[in-house]
């Protein structure tokens, strides 16, 4: 698969609680912060930009309640939700403004070419798609790695927030499903049995490192039983073994920890990775090492693609290098967020660790109460 670049800048302005921003982003990006300050927020932008270029905006705004929650402190006070991307090199732009249902529409939309890399506005070339009160994007459907609009829509079409935190009985990665939906991994793990009975087949050295990887976290495991329903042969149920047994266990069996870590493990191993990956607080339920492992495996995938992720824990932050870290705090009710600066935090880094140096709250991300 041809690489497509990465997001190196974004700015957005005006959507919920982020009244403006503008972030440069490395492979790796951890969001760090107190509770209700806008990470996920954030994290969230992305499947609006997903929605958007699968022309599914107008019912997602509605799904979300409409262009008066989404605008920064609704309509009376922002009239327009403007956002720019910069991949390397194509860029796109696009500003939405609500109309009289409540929904958004397309005020103006773009996109670049950048032959001069150094300058984010100095675009050799522009596309207009001359959108103006439409409803949907007019990005091209499809991904044609020839365009720059296709380089575009090819990217973002991998974007996914992955959520592993449902584990009740009811929860989907623990329910049987269609043996044929394997083409990528649900956000909610809820394919998780069909995924890797197709990477088991077609990718062996890939699920090899995933059963290893688990093993190092959960000793007991031996490998996964990934067969079809004997009844019905369309479907498949996340089976296991266990060591030194000869009984079948499901998915059921399983602590809340360890099936979390066997969807991050399979999400960040598997054999194509996409463009982005991003997780909100991928760290539940996890033991420490099991969070030092699942950071060794951020580094690795790391090499392949982005993973932009938000935390509430220092034990998760402190398996990170300084430059990897982003931080949350509201400034005069928004969102803001800072990379910080290994120079600036030098002598701090020294003594303490990313985690500690947050909760000693030298470079913020705390709850403010000024």
């Known amino acids: 698969m041809e690489k497509l670049g990465k997001l190196d800048k974004l700015k957005i302005s005006g959507y919920k609680s982020i009244k403006s921003l503008e972030m440069s982003f490395s492979s790796i990006n951890i969001l760090i912060g107190a509770n209700g300050v806008g990470k996920s927020n954030f994290i969230g932008f992305f499947n609006f930009v997903r929605k958007l270029v699968d022309k599914e905006l107008e019912l997602y705004v509605a799904q979300l309640g409409g262009a008066n929650k989404l605008l920064h402190f609704g309509k009376k006070t922002t009239d327009k939700l403007n956002f720019s991307m910069l991949f390397t090199p194509n860029g796109y732009q696009t500003t939405l403004i609500p109309d009289d249902k409540d929904g958004l529409i397309f005020k103006s939309e773009k996109g670049y070419f950048f032959a001069d890399m150094i300058d984010y506005h100095g675009g050799t070339k522009e596309y207009s798609l001359e959108n103006v009160g439409g409803k949907e994007s007019k990005l091209p459907n499809k991904a044609h790695t020839a365009s720059p609009l296709g380089h575009i829509v090819g990217y973002i079409k991998d974007w996914k927030v992955y959520h592993f935190h449902d584990t009740s009985k009811a929860s989907p990665m623990k329910q049987p499903c269609n043996i044929n939906d394997y083409y990528s991994l649900a956000v909610d793990g809820g394919n998780l049995s069909a995924f890797l009975y197709f990477i ?6 890939s699920y090899n ?7 190092r976290v959960a000793p007991f495991f031996h490998d996964f039983i990934l067969e079809p329903d004997i009844a019905n042969q369309d479907m498949i149920k996340l089976r296991w073994k266990h060591k030194g047994s000869d009984l079948y266990f499901d998915a059921n069996d399983l602590s809340d920890g360890t099936i979390r870590f066997i969807c991050l493990t399979t999400l960040l191993l598997q054999p194509n990775l996409p463009t982005m990956i991003l997780l909100d607080e991928p760290e539940l339920g996890l033991h420490p090492f099991a969070l030092q492992i699942l950071a060794s495996l951020f580094r690795v995938a790391s090499n392949k693609t982005q993973i932009i992720a938000s935390t509430q824990s220092a034990t998760f932050a402190d398996f990170f290098d300084i430059q990897d870290i982003i931080i949350a705090d509201t400034k005069e009710n928004a969102t803001v967020f800072n990379r910080l600066d290994e120079e600036k935090y030098k ?8 985690g500690e140096m947050w909760q000693k709250n030298l470079i913020g991300g705390v709850p403010n109460y000024d």
Request: glycine share 4%.
């Open 200 to 205: 088991k087949n077609n990718h062996d050295g």
């Open 209 to 215: 490192k995933i059963v290893k990887t688990i093993q």
């Open 347 to 354: 002598e701090w880094f020294e003594e303490y660790s990313v």
